[in-house]
């Protein structure tokens, strides 16, 4: 059951009113106390109806909302709570809100790297505990994908901050292809995440292009004077993504048409979970297996995405990623020859 805006405040007042033992409520006080809070809290000039503060307390009476109110009435004129402590502030949880929020901190657990994850930990510990007495299980429902043993996740915020705030960054980097770390000025545009690592699309301040840099190959961060932040003036990078699997990409990259080959057995799997947004149907064989299209940047992810089907893909164009995916599948074969 939804319940709207208005009828959660009008329960409120009910609540505090019954909720005020030393007065005594008829329905024409509870009337009246609604009516004056509803202008208050929302500028509403109607009033209520007496139909709807009945059906407001049958309501909370009942267990639709979880509410179970023992609200009675006393010389059959006076409502109040039969139990002076009572309050629907205090009841507990629906089913149906269990349900969410036991899905809430399970989702709330997976997201680390963020500081205010880090210090809500206390709170979700402790709100899944509660929910777990409460609902007499401990076991999660939910799995989402995780790494624990990542590196770089604790430059997160830092660099969540820098982004909003617009400060350069002074960051030791070190590539996997550099025997040390290298220092420079960036200015931060994009955190983005892909498979479980993170990274940091940016400009250096000695460059004009943008580039990507691995969070995990970071080696310290230092805030610089945000009078030299730089503001990019390219493409949208609500956009910047759009033709691209992952996040290798240079300004300069467009999207090439990309024609597969997928077998019978894979065809379905590709179809439900397309590869890409792009991805279109181009061909059914008599056999099962399928033609797709996509429309991508040439780059090292969407190889590996290929390279992961083995033998059920085959790239039928262009024809310079059909003869790097050769190469590398005859790579591959003199792995195993060897």
């Known amino acids: 059951m939804s319940i709207n805006k208005l009828a959660l405040i009008r329960y409120k007042i009910i609540d505090n009113c019954l909720r005020q033992t030393h007065r005594k409520w008829t329905l024409d006080n509870l009337i009246e106390k609604v009516s004056d809070g509803l202008y208050e809290l929302e500028g509403i000039h109607t009033g209520v109806s007496k139909r709807t503060i009945q059906s407001d307390i ?16 006393a010389k059959r004129k006076f409502y109040t ?15 149906g809100d269990m349900s969410k929020m036991r899905d809430a901190v399970d989702i709330l657990k997976h997201l680390n790297g963020f500081s205010y994850f880090d210090e809500m930990s206390d709170m979700i510990a402790r709100l899944e505990n ?8 401990s076991t999660s429902c939910i799995q989402l994908e995780s790494n624990k043993l990542l590196k770089g996740l ?7 901050k820098a982004i909003r705030e617009k400060i350069p960054l002074l960051i030791m980097y070190k590539s996997f292809k550099s025997q040390s770390p290298q220092e420079a000025v960036y200015f931060p545009y994009l955190l983005k995440e892909y498979r479980n690592r993170w ?6 301040k000695k460059r004009k292009t943008l580039i990507t840099l691995a969070l995990d190959r970071i080696e310290d961060i230092a805030e610089m004077a945000k009078s030299g932040f730089v503001e990019y003036d390219g493409v949208d990078f609500e956009r910047y993504y759009e ?6 990409k240079s300004e300069r990259d467009r999207g090439h048409r990309v024609i597969l080959q997928v077998d019978p057995s894979n065809a379905p799997y590709v179809l439900t979970k ?3 947004a792009s991805q279109q149907l181009l061909k059914t064989g008599a056999d099962g297996s399928i033609c797709i299209r996509l429309d991508v940047v040439l780059n090292y992810e969407l190889e590996r995405e290929i390279l992961g089907f083995g033998e059920c893909i085959k790239v039928l164009a262009p024809k310079i990623l059909q003869d790097k995916m050769k190469r590398r599948a005859y790579k591959m074969l003199q792995q195993y020859n060897s």
């Open 243 to 248: 033709d691209t699997i992952g996040v290798t």
């Open 274 to 276: 397309p590869m890409h």
């Open 58 to 73: 049958q309501l909370m009476r009942s267990n639709k909302l979880g509410y179970n109110a023992p609200i009675v009435v």
């Open 130 to 137: 509660n929910l777990s007495k409460q609902e007499n299980r």
């Open 199 to 204: 990274f940091l699309i940016c400009k250096p």
């Open 81 to 95: 709570y039969e139990d002076p402590s009572y309050s629907i502030s205090n009841s507990p949880l629906s089913d």
């Open 154 to 160: 604790n430059w997160i915020t830092p660099i969540h």
